[in-house]
């Protein structure tokens, strides 16, 4: 996959494929608040078969999904739609050139709609180094103001709490799911639930929680129980942090 492309027109159409609910909220969302017309499909296999004419001009479609994903989902994509839309690959975590050479490009999650459409005009992509999100804050606070802010921007006060809320109420039954896999030895699901959760709370700017995550996927089941208690001890304490922060929120008249 280059590493270059020339600045393209802005996309009218967008399609979303992820099977992951949030994040398909949020960036349909911040999109159409952009201006976009977006169409979301849960999986790569719904994709396919929902697949109408006229092609959207540019399809986001996550790289980690289960079933039909990467690089056999481009060829099944451009089989349906041509070469008229742009692929573009997502992520929480970098896949290798190799596993997206299929695609146009890849975007590493969290973004925001104004970094999608820099990334587009520009041609410069997001799995080059030198492009990689550089606004990642070192502390990991457990909420990114920009994100929180940008969010209220389209929506009530009572409905970005709510979408915290179901991420959180999400990322707990994910928690449990991977109790489970973990007492069965299941390595794959265990990790997935955990790329989710990370996904997930990233998009929203749970920045503490998505990277607590991203450890817990990193590790696997591999190590030592302790370990892996801790992390979910610490990933409990930094939900009640961000839930003080978002009561604190929904009381404030200065985002009434």
């Not at 911040?30 to 499909?41: I, N, P, R, T």
């Not at 986001?60 to 839309?85: E, H, K, S």
């Not at 050139?97 to 459409?117: C, M, N, Q, R, T």
């Amino acid at each position: 996959m280059g590493t270059e492309m020339s600045a393209p027109e802005t996309p009218k159409r967008i399609l979303i494929i992820d099977d992951d609910e949030l994040s398909r909220d949020v960036l349909t969302l911040l999109l159409e608040a952009q201006g976009y017309l977006v169409d979301s499909a849960i999986s790569g296999d719904h994709a396919i078969e929902h697949a109408v004419l006229p092609a959207p001009d540019l399809i986001l479609t996550d790289f980690q999904m289960p079933g039909l994903a990467g690089n056999p989902l481009a060829a099944r994509l451009r089989g349906a739609y041509g070469v008229t839309p742009r692929l573009y690959a997502m992520s929480a975590t970098r896949p290798s050139p190799a596993e997206i050479d299929a695609y146009d490009g890849f975007i590493l999650k969290p973004f925001s709609p104004e970094e999608l459409e820099e990334t587009l005009q520009s041609g410069k992509l997001k799995s080059d180094p030198s492009s990689a999100n550089t606004n990642e804050e070192s502390s990991s606070p457990a909420l990114n103001e920009e994100i929180f802010s940008k969010l209220h921007d389209f929506m009530s006060t009572s409905e970005v709490l709510q979408m915290y809320t179901f991420c959180l109420q999400d990322a707990y039954s994910r928690l449990e799911r991977m109790r489970t896999y973990e007492r069965d030895h299941n390595e794959t699901l265990y990790r997935r639930e955990a790329h989710n959760i990370k996904g997930g709370c990233g998009m929203l700017g749970a920045t503490e929680l998505r990277e607590i995550a991203g450890t817990m996927e990193t590790l696997g089941i591999a190590d030592g129980t302790t370990e892996k208690n801790s992390l979910r001890e610490q990933f409990l304490a930094a939900s009640e942090r961000l839930e003080r922060i978002l009561k604190a929120r929904a009381g404030s008249p200065s985002i009434a």
